[in-house]
């Protein structure tokens, strides 16, 4: 991987597109690889427009998926360690450049008051450059079933609402328990997209209030994610 910022967030944003790692048990389930495949086939369904000279594909209701991907991960969280033995944790869009040091190899990272620390990895030991391609994120949701949606000064998030009918309805359809721990969320998402992509092109604006909910309070952090 090269060391610069738009390197580093194609393949972390490559990551979390894979990050099915919620509860399908419950409300709490978010599929991204659904979302993913769900708001890109809603683009190809819309067609293309011409912008600035380049072919673009529209999603229906103007949402922009990829987008939202990135600004998740220039929020990323990354522990970082100076030469006097101090830590410290910033924000991915908060690096002002990366780099290599001398014969070690370490990550370097340059903030923009030309500060110098190293990248950690999960376990607090200064990266090596020939560890980036082993990086992946995690989205931290801890704090955000406390909070209130967006547009609510007063109701508590109760979870996503849309994508646990969704849930439901495929699963009574199909005849699918969950409860028997066979099915993993991806071949869940797999079987909800086979079967119901074009009722759920008309759900995008409610699932995008869900997702709206995740950009506002919700963080990535990084994980080392070696094979």
């Avoid at 998926?65 to 006097?84: E, P, Q, V």
Wanted: hydrophobic share 35%.
């Amino acid at each position: 991987m090269t060391l610069d910022y738009e390197n580093i967030e194609t393949h972390l944003g490559d990551y979390l597109r894979h990050a099915d790692n919620l509860d399908i048990h419950s409300d709490h389930f978010f599929p991204i690889t659904l979302l993913d495949r769900i708001f890109h086939y809603s683009e190809h369904q819309h067609g293309t427009e011409i912008e600035g000279g380049k072919k673009i594909h529209r999603n229906f209701h103007g949402h922009d998926f990829d987008r939202w991907i990135d600004n998740l991960i220039a929020r990323t969280k990354l522990d970082l360690h100076d030469s006097d033995g101090e830590t410290a944790t910033v924000e991915l869009v908060d690096i002002d450049a990366f780099s290599i040091g001398n014969a070690d190899g370490e990550v370097l990272v340059t903030l923009p008051d030309e500060t110098t620390y190293t990248l950690l990895d999960h376990n607090g030991n200064k990266l090596q450059a020939h560890e980036l391609e082993d990086l992946g994120v995690e989205l931290d949701i801890s704090e955000m079933f406390n909070r209130p949606p967006v547009d609510s000064d007063s109701e508590q998030y109760m979870g996503f609402g849309t994508l646990a009918q969704i849930v439901r309805v495929v699963c009574e359809r199909s005849g699918l328990k969950l409860e028997d721990g066979k099915m993993t969320a991806a071949d869940l998402s797999e079987r909800i997209f086979r079967h119901f992509h074009d009722e759920l092109l008309p759900l995008i604006p409610s699932l995008w209030n869900d997702m709206e909910h995740i950009a506002h309070y919700a963080r990535c952090r990084i994980i080392y994610a070696a094979h």
